[in-house]
């Protein structure tokens, strides 16, 4: 089932994600239904908190139309954690779900290691670069209530203040529609 995004300016966008103690029903169907909202608007990751859950889970999935290099890249994600980050940076265009239209450069590391728990309950460490390496890191921002545009550089916000105003002014009418 498609779920309802939450949009940039809905205060549970900000909301600090907790630990999923246990992969029960709610978290298999949790993760279907993102998969399934995520495809429909063509994004290649999403955070729980953006459908409204605060629980530490992230999915990805990177089809041809986005990087044929990364194409069929699929992950969801359980209590993911970095445990290495290069000091590599590297700078590229960012879009958000959350954020509609809008896209800004930002810095992030160009490596990562990271460990999660998969739909199974094992537990896994996986190496990042890149692309998914800019992804995975994006989506675990989402979980400390951290979007893309509070890393953008302070003479590129600016640039932003207005688009930012309109989509909140924007995310409440929609949110109170619901
Ligand atoms: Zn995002």
């Known amino acids: 089932m498609k779920r309802r995004l939450i949009w940039y300016g809905e205060d ?20 279907d239904d993102m998969f399934e909202t995520m495809r429909e608007v063509h994004g290649i990751g999403l955070a729980a908190i953006q459908v409204g859950i605060a629980k530490r889970l992230i999915i990805v999935e990177v089809t041809s139309d986005y990087s044929d290099d990364n194409k069929g890249y699929k992950f969801a994600m359980i209590n993911p954690k970095i445990i ?15 954020l509609p239209e809008i896209r800004e450069d930002v810095s992030r590391s160009q490596y990562i290691k990271i460990s999660y ?17 800019r992804i995975i890191q994006h989506e675990m921002d989402h ?10 550089e302070e003479h590129h916000r600016r640039r932003m203040k207005k688009d930012l105003r309109d989509l909140k002014r924007e995310s409440k009418k929609r949110a109170a529609r619901h």
């Not at 966008?13 to 298999?28: G, H, M, P, T, W």
């Not at 728990?117 to 390496?133: H, P, R, S, V, W």
């Open 12 to 31: 549970i966008l900000r909301a600090i994600s907790e630990d999923i103690k246990e992969i029960d029903d709610d978290i298999k169907i949790l993760i």
């Open 84 to 98: 290495e980050k290069s000091p590599d940076m590297m700078i590229g265009e960012e879009g958000c779900l959350s």
């Open 117 to 133: 728990t998969d739909i199974d309950g094992k537990e896994n460490i996986i190496e990042a670069y890149d692309l998914i390496a």
């Open 143 to 152: 979980l400390d209530g951290i979007v893309f545009v509070d890393r953008v």
